[in-house]
């Protein structure tokens, strides 16, 4: 499996920016991706996740109502869509897969042991 993020970049505070995760190597809809960000001098933090069947989907609450994760199984990639951006929101943002498992549609899939792969940073530089 192989994983490659992009979309990062530089915008004012209140802007949108969409990253994207190509997944290839396998077939996506095995997989539940996240998404996990890494701000200079802190540690990784889980920022949302996507099961394979689209549902549930969850997210770090300072994100919640301004972040949507989504899949697309045709074109193997997937999204996240960041609106309303905050100053703090300025990290590096990774995406990450691991296989899919029965307990992922009940129980969050937040923590980074719980991710077999990954993908290199796209960094998000978001101005006051």
């Known amino acids: 499996v192989q994983l490659q993020a992009s979309g990062g970049g530089l915008v004012q505070a209140g802007g949108s920016l969409r990253l994207s995760c190509a997944f290839s190597?396998?077939?996506?809809?095995?997989?539940?991706m996240g998404w996990f960000r890494q701000a200079p001098g802190k540690e990784r933090e889980f920022v949302a996740s996507?099961?394979?069947?689209?549902?549930?989907?969850v997210y770090v609450d300072s994100v919640k109502g301004r972040f949507t994760i989504s899949r697309d199984s045709a074109s193997n990639t997937v999204y996240l869509q960041m609106n309303s951006l905050k100053p703090e929101d300025t990290a590096d943002y990774y995406c990450?897969?691991?296989?899919?498992?029965?307990?992922?549609?009940?129980?969050?899939?937040?923590?980074?042991?719980?991710?077999?792969?990954w993908g290199q940073g796209t960094q998000v530089t978001v101005s006051s």
């Open positions: 996507i099961v394979r069947t689209g549902r549930p989907i």
């Open positions: 990450a897969a691991r296989p899919a498992k029965w307990s992922d549609a009940s129980a969050a899939v937040d923590n980074q042991a719980d991710y077999t792969y």
């Open positions: 190597g396998r077939t996506l809809t095995s997989y539940t």
